[in-house]
């Protein structure tokens, strides 16, 4: 979930089709946008370190190699959603995420061919 919150959070709604290929150490996640844009997620297995590197236009972007993590910047959006009722993230595009993981896994059984999202 993490990683895709991750792309998503990069990228934002919109993806199509997902493609999910299955090594001995990783999983990679290959995906299309409906306006062209590519990402793509891999997930280390049994665990990897958390980071990001993203690649926008002619410039790449990465995460520092361990990444301090803080529940602060959390709560900045936890209160208010418990204040008001508004989550932080639109519900299509939460759902559109757990349609994202659908669709890997419905890929991950189909010998990685691309699915689209339901």
Same mark, same amino acid.
């Given at each position: =979930?993490?990683?895709? +919150?991750?792309?998503?959070?990069?990228?934002?709604?919109? $993806?199509?089709? @997902?493609?999910?290929?299955?090594? %001995? *150490?990783?999983? !990679?996640?290959? $995906?299309?946008?409906?306006?062209?844009? =590519?990402?793509?997620?891999?997930? &280390?297995?049994?665990?990897?370190?958390?980071?990001? @590197?993203?690649? &926008? !236009?002619?410039?790449?972007?990465? #995460?520092?190699?361990?990444?301090?993590? #803080?529940?602060? #910047?959390?709560?900045?959006?936890?209160?208010?959603?418990?204040?008001?009722?508004?989550?932080?993230?639109? *519900? !299509?595009?939460?759902? +559109? =995420?757990?349609?994202? =993981?659908? %669709?890997?896994?419905?890929?991950?059984?189909?010998?990685? %061919?691309?699915?689209?999202?339901?």
């Amino acid at each position: =979930m993490h990683p895709i +919150e991750a792309l998503y959070t990069i990228l934002g709604p919109g $993806c199509e089709e @997902v493609t999910r290929r299955v090594g %001995a *150490n990783a999983d !990679e996640i290959t $995906c299309r946008w409906k306006d062209g844009r =590519m990402g793509t997620v891999r997930a &280390l297995r049994p665990y990897g370190d958390y980071g990001a @590197v993203v690649f &926008l !236009e002619k410039t790449i972007k990465q #995460s520092p190699p361990a990444p301090k993590f #803080s529940y602060l #910047s959390l709560l900045k959006e936890v209160i208010p959603f418990f204040q008001t009722g508004k989550p932080p993230v639109p *519900n !299509e595009v939460t759902l +559109e =995420m757990f349609a994202f =993981m659908d %669709a890997a896994q419905r890929s991950k059984a189909a010998g990685g %061919a691309p699915m689209k999202l339901k």
